[in-house]
């Protein structure tokens, strides 16, 4: 993953099976930590394989990772 600025605006999306189980508007965070840490206070389920979409708007980049969560 791309470096992560204090000023970025960062959309994070966490799907399983198609369904999106979270989508986060975030800013003021600098790693890819904060974002996992973020995004996992708002997710009450989700357990077994996900997808993970960071998007960074103001930088121009996406990534997509395959996680497994226990």
Do not use: E, P
Not at 7 to 34: C, E, F, H, P, W
Not at 35 to 57: E, F, P, Q
């Amino acid at each position: 993953m791309a470096t992560i600025n204090f000023s970025d605006v960062i959309y994070v999306t966490l799907m399983q099976r198609g369904n999106v189980l979270a989508s986060v508007k975030l800013s003021g965070v600098t790693s890819a930590t904060a974002v996992l840490k973020a995004l996992l206070n708002v997710v009450s389920k989700g357990l077994g394989m996900v997808t993970l979409t960071v998007r960074n708007s103001t930088q121009g980049w996406t990534h997509r990772q395959a996680l497994l969560l226990k």
